[in-house]
């Protein structure tokens, strides 16, 4: 990322290059207390969001695996006393 000159000493702004992920110009904003910002075209990281200029929502999508459960002890309660089906040892013949 690079500083760009700023003539408000209290503004910060810096310019992603083009190889840095988004997620992680974010977490260095973040980190900066700056934000993530766009015109439409432009994104940008600074300490204020100008006029014209919006905050651009970045959140980790990753997929998280949820645990596993197991439900067999609790179907085990309920279906105590219902038989369980035979298991079919030829296959079924469809339209017969």
């Known amino acids: 990322m690079l500083p ?35 015109n439409g075209s432009t994104v940008l990281v600074c300490s204020i969001i100008p006029a014209g200029w919006k905050k651009l929502a970045v959140k980790d999508k990753t997929p998280k695996k949820p645990p596993q459960i197991n439900h067999s002890s609790a179907i085990g309660g309920v279906l105590s006393g219902v038989p369980v089906l035979p298991v079919l040892s030829a296959p079924l013949k469809i339209g017969a």
């Open 4 to 38: 760009v000159e700023v003539h408000d000493p209290a503004i910060r702004v810096i310019i992603p290059s083009g190889e840095d992920r988004l997620y992680d110009v974010a977490e260095k904003a973040l980190a900066d207390q700056m934000y993530v910002i766009h």
